[in-house]
């Protein structure tokens, strides 16, 4: 509503008067002026003082002694400043002549410009354009050099700010039928301290509400992917036991990968999602949230109704349980807008008018853009998949559900997979994607064979390898393997192979250790039965005829500690 339309009471009880326009003020203006001068020559034709004056009516005395020197000049005062030969005239003609404001006189260069589009600048503000938006095309109607602040000055002057207000201030309501629109919004709702980590991180709330009843629905997520959307919708429409005509949000990348103010490019997986559910997914153009105002207000609504849960963490579930509790009193207020209770009308008018839901939930997939690799894969949730090797280097798009991978490229199918699951395979590649030498490693293959020579073992185990599914590096092992036959027998390999698949090692450097000990341990066996007879038990020393004892030994060297040279001579000799 304009300003001169407001007539509500201001806030001390007394009723808020229409503000004067740019004319009335100049005029109140004039007029309190020419009471003042009046007032003033009064007093000096009474005999008043320049002091008395302006004690009394709280004026300066300059302006008191420039209106005595004008009240001379037309007589109404004497020389003397006596009262004069010309009466007063009676009230409201003025006493002197309005001076002229210099200021109004002087134009600058920039109006002067803007005086040549006065008719453009008009019918632009009329039409309801915003100042901002008007003084930003002036260069293209050849109007350059005036500033933002020059030009308010210039519309102010012209009384042009009041054009079009009514247009700009009203936002046209879009009016939904019953099930015809789901409208979608993220917020923020607050940061999270991680208790496990310690790191923050941040909760989203993926919210909706329904065009006619506005009934609000809320979920708590952690992110806002493809794959989160998708959840959080299904749960959505669970929740309200159908599915609407339409679904109108924005355009991030987990809806539209091109976002367009004329024709999206939606989310492959957002697509096949609004076929499972027969929904038409409008992506609104960007930087226009006017068409969604139904969504936009609620939510700093919806983060006031989570105040009261305090700062305290336990939990997502925790969180989204205290929100559904708050959203069932909400939906069933008494709408600000319409006047009336979101759970009735929904219940009463809009539930019956939407459309059933499937009897299959959709699978859920998941969205990647990739590049396929020199090997001819594609990496999609660290696992590879195998395309055409023409297709080496291409960016390609894969969607992945829970049974199957389909991988396009430029909107084709190349090829469809299926989804691996299981920790100890990371490639799935297709029979006519093989490279030469790995299809030469099929069942009846040169390297089974020569597997199956060497024993039942050593075969399964070059099976279990192949199934690995891990290409040249699979086959360096096989190779590895099979040339174990130049250094050991073939018995040897089988055995020592049956007991790496014993612990499930299928390693060849672990097959070779296994080879070398049993080698060690035969080594040595050999070496102990080649060993010679111990000899028999020989005599003891004093059974020796010419052998003395160690008793002697240690007499004669006890005489050599004592000095007795002579002695030990005699010995000697």
């Known amino acids: 509503m304009g300003r001169r339309a407001h007539t509500a009471s201001s806030g001390r009880g007394l009723p808020c008067l229409p503000s004067p ?94 005086a040549s589009k006065y008719a453009w600048i008009r019918d632009c503000l009329q039409a309801g354009w915003h100042f901002v938006s008007v003084w930003e095309e002036l260069p293209a109607q050849g109007i350059t050099g005036v500033s933002r602040s020059s030009f308010y000055r210039y519309i102010e002057n012209h009384q042009l700010t009041r054009l079009g207000e009514t247009y700009r201030r009203v936002v046209p309501e879009i009016v939904h039928k019953p099930g015809e629109a789901l409208l979608l919004d993220w917020g923020k709702l607050r940061d999270v301290l991680d ?39 299904e749960s959505m429409l669970r929740e309200i036991g159908g599915v609407p005509a339409r679904l109108t949000m924005d355009n991030p990348k987990c809806v539209a990968i091109e976002a367009s103010p004329y024709e999206p490019i939606l989310n492959p997986c957002m697509e096949r999602f609004a076929a499972h559910y027969g929904v038409l997914v409008e992506a609104l153009p960007p930087g226009d949230p006017q068409k969604k105002g139904k969504i936009e207000r609620p939510v700093p609504f919806i983060r006031r109704l989570y105040e009261s849960h305090g700062e305290a963490w336990h939990g997502i579930e925790e969180s989204q349980e205290f929100l559904d509790r708050k959203l069932v009193l909400a939906n069933q207020r008494r709408h600000g807008t319409t006047l009336r209770r979101p ?26 853009e990739g590049t396929v690799r020199q090997d001819g894969h594609v990496r999609f949730t660290n696992k590879y ?172 060297m006890q005489l050599f500690k004592n000095g007795l040279p002579d002695d030990i001579g005699g010995w000697m000799h």
Not at 343 to 368: M, N, R, S, T, V
Not at 456 to 466: K, Y
Request: charged content about 30%; overall charge positive; hydrophobic content about 40%.
């Open 21 to 114: 326009t740019r004319e009335e003020a100049l005029v109140t203006k004039i007029s309190r002026r020419r009471m003042m001068e009046r007032k003033i020559v009064a007093m000096l034709v009474a005999g008043a003082g320049v002091n008395q004056i302006a004690g009394q009516l709280h004026v300066s005395k300059e302006r008191i002694r420039r209106l005595r020197e004008l009240s001379k000049q037309y007589r109404y005062l004497d020389d003397a400043g006596q009262r004069g030969l010309v009466p007063l005239p009676s009230y409201p003609e003025a006493l002197f002549p309005d001076t002229v404001d210099k200021r109004s006189l002087q134009v600058s260069e920039a109006h002067q410009r803007l």
């Open 195 to 233: 208790p496990v980590t310690g790191k923050k991180r941040t909760l989203w709330f993926f919210a909706g509400v329904l065009g006619f009843s506005r009934l609000l629905v809320v979920r708590l997520v952690w992110k806002i992917d493809t794959e989160t959307t998708l959840r959080a919708l």
């Open 343 to 368: 759970q009735q009308q929904f219940a009463e008018i809009e539930a019956p008018a939407l459309k059933q839901l499937p009897a299959l939930a959709y699978d859920i997939e998941q969205y990647h």
């Open 385 to 556: 998949y195998s395309v055409d090797e023409k297709h080496i280097g291409a960016e390609v798009v894969v969607l992945g559900g829970s049974k199957l991978v389909s991988i396009y490229r430029g909107g084709r199918l190349l090829e469809v997979h299926d989804r691996l699951w299981d920790p100890n395979r990371s490639k799935s590649t297709k029979p006519y994607h093989l490279k030469p030498w790995e299809r030469a490693m099929a069942d009846d293959s040169y390297y089974r064979e020569r597997a199956r020579k060497l024993g039942p073992a050593v075969e399964e185990m070059v099976l279990r390898i192949i199934r690995k599914g891990q290409g040249f590096i699979d086959t360096r092992v096989i190779f590895g393997l099979l040339s174990l036959d130049k250094s050991y027998k073939a018995a040897e390999i089988d055995t020592a192979c049956r007991q790496a698949l014993a612990t499930d090692s299928l390693s060849w450097r672990w097959v070779k250790d296994l080879l070398d000990a049993a080698r060690g341990a035969e080594a040595e066996r050999a070496l102990a039965a080649a060993a010679p007879a111990p000899s028999p038990a020989a005599k003891p020393r004093a059974a020796y005829a010419h052998v003395r004892s160690m008793a002697v030994y240690e007499e004669q």
